[in-house]
């Protein structure tokens, strides 16, 4: 059984196989339907495993990807590119063409007509502070507008004339009659047109008027057949409105909203909003920024898809809010990598060893494995020279029994090379460590620590005489709490190095490194190449994320 074929129980999949076995459907039609007014973030990565998902598991069943662009004001084809970039990455196809909501403007705008002919609709003239104070509270009943008993003929002539552009914007509004005792402050005579005069990325000058968003996504998914309509807890309240809006038409087809938590992720925001913010501030560089939770800034990181599809299947779907652990989610990611990532050398904070005895003109070709574990993966070439750049902290003039890596005096071994001893090193005026001067064992090349040389420590090193320099770019959580949301002020929370740059050297066959293809740089972590900014000439290599979780205990 593939990856996308095995099927966690859980309460939504146990609704939908009780609903093909009593035949009250034949297949299930589901549906991802973002609005194109931001990036996606890891939630949404939940809700599309969830959706084109369930999809895949039923036979004959099958995803539609529908925008719900019923905001021009917020809304942009920029994003709309961007999403259908995220879902096909995750490794998703939606069925037949991308829909709008925007494609059933026509008939949204008759079902409109509709409610209004039947007594179901009004239009009110009462402005924003107006509508507010008649809403109510929680505790206290609203109160109805004046205007909600006009005629049906007037509000028919006056909607249609909105539709003509003859009004300014917050002049008038379409309002469904309902209940405005409702307990349900959605149920409260809910705005479901208004006049936006606004250029729409899909249907430009056309409209002047704009369906609600609860108006429209239950109308749209009938129209397209949804069966069962996934969505995240917060619109418990909307279903109300969503089954009576359904009610109130004269449509065929009748949607189940079915809600389940949303993810909430430690050290994370998701609210678009909050996002944006982050990049107006010049905290983050834009929304595909590595250290954001954004689909986009998480491939540029270098998280392969799989591990998102892995994570979302772990964290399950329940009905109960709870906060997973980001470790969760990097555990997901360092799986992945440790098996199928292959494996480089790059110093990162580099000081030069010299090997004295070793001819200054010979560079040996020496091989490694791509992958320790997987011998399909071939072997890769490993220049071999006089002068070796090691890592500074691999080296130190004295150490404690812990230390296992070059002492003065003491021996280490090279990764997939020789044993050396140090024997001498340089400083500068400020006393820092610029070169140590070692000898080598010619004899020990290809042998292991534990064929009876007693070798304490392996390090890993690059040829000076042959490599690639390169930026390396060490990214770690953006926030230092748990929940940033909750902060008062954002900026008191950024982690002031969720971002270090540092200078070095990788190996000379990584100077083709392509983006989102991720490397263990052996001891460093697991390295990609930057989608935006590295080139052949200019190498930069994101951490994608540690070895291990250096924020544990």
């Not at 069943?61 to 879902?87: G, H, M």
């Not at 065929?252 to 909003?273: D, V």
């Amino acid at each position: 059984m593939s990856e996308l074929e095995t099927r966690p129980s859980n309460f939504i999949r146990t609704i939908i196989e009780n609903d093909l076995e009593s035949g009250k459907h034949q297949a299930i039609q589901t549906r991802f339907p973002p609005e194109p007014n931001g990036y996606l973030h890891i939630g949404h990565a939940k809700s599309i495993c969830l959706n084109f998902g369930l999809a895949l598991d039923y036979p004959n069943s099958a995803c539609n990807l529908r925008f719900d662009d019923t905001n021009p004001v917020k809304e942009d084809a920029d994003y709309v590119a961007a999403i259908e970039k995220d879902v096909t990455w995750l490794g998703f196809k939606w069925q037949g063409d991308i829909r709008y909501s925007s494609n059933y403007f026509e008939q949204l705008f008759d079902y409109a007509v509709e409610l209004i002919e039947n007594g179901k609709a009004y239009v009110c003239e009462l402005n924003a502070e107006q509508t507010r104070e008649y809403r109510g509270t929680l505790t206290s009943p609203g109160k109805n507008s004046p205007f909600r008993d006009r005629p049906i003929a007037e509000s028919l002539d006056l909607f249609k004339r909105m539709r003509a552009g003859e009004f300014e914007e917050g002049t008038m509004m379409l309002r469904a009659k309902i209940d405005m005792a409702s307990p349900n402050m959605k149920m409260r005579d809910p705005v479901i047109y208004r006049i936006r005069f606004a250029h729409h990325h899909q249907t430009g000058d056309k409209w002047c008027i704009y369906p609600m968003y609860d108006f429209t996504h239950c109308i749209s998914d009938a129209i397209e057949g949804v069966t069962h309509s996934l969505c995240t807890l917060e619109f418990e309240d909307h279903r109300p409105l969503y089954d009576w809006v359904l009610a109130n038409i004269t449509i065929a087809a009748k949607p189940r909203q079915i809600e389940f938590s949303r993810l909430n992720l430690q050290y994370t925001l998701t609210s678009k909003r909050k996002l944006n913010a982050l990049i107006e501030d010049n905290i983050v560089t834009g929304w595909d920024d590595p250290r954001m939770p954004t689909i986009s800034g998480m491939r540029r990181r270098g998280y392969p898809a799989a591990s998102l599809r892995e994570f979302s299947k772990r964290i399950g779907v329940t009905k109960q809010e709870n906060t997973v652990e980001l470790a969760s989610l990097e555990a997901c990611v360092r799986e992945n990598l440790e098996a199928n990532g292959a494996r480089a050398m790059a110093v990162i904070d580099p000081i030069k060893v010299i090997i004295t005895n070793y001819d200054e003109d010979k560079i040996e070709q020496l091989t490694a494995p791509v992958h320790p574990k997987d011998e399909s993966m071939g072997t890769r070439t490993l220049p071999f020279s006089r002068e070796l750049y090691i890592d500074r902290a691999d080296f130190r003039e004295e150490g404690n029994k812990q230390y296992k890596r070059l002492k003065l005096h003491k021996e280490v071994r090279l990764r997939n090379a020789y044993v050396i001893r140090a024997d001498d090193f340089k400083t500068d005026a400020e006393g820092n460590i610029t070169e140590v001067h070692c000898t080598y064992d010619a004899g020990t090349l290809g042998k292991n620590p534990e064929d009876g040389r007693k070798v304490k420590g392996v390090i890993h090193w690059v040829s000076a005489a042959s490599n690639n320099q390169a930026e390396f770019r060490i990214y770690d959580r953006l926030f230092t709490a748990e929940n940033p949301a909750a902060a008062e002020d954002i900026h008191s929370v950024i982690y002031p190095e969720s971002l270090v740059v540092k200078h070095g050297f990788v190996e000379k066959g990584l100077v083709d490194a392509k983006a989102e293809v991720a490397y263990q740089f052996e001891r460093e972590g697991y390295f990609c190449a930057d989608s935006k900014d590295s080139t052949p000439e200019k190498l930069v290599f994101n951490r994608t994320v540690a070895l291990r979780d250096s924020w544990a205990g």
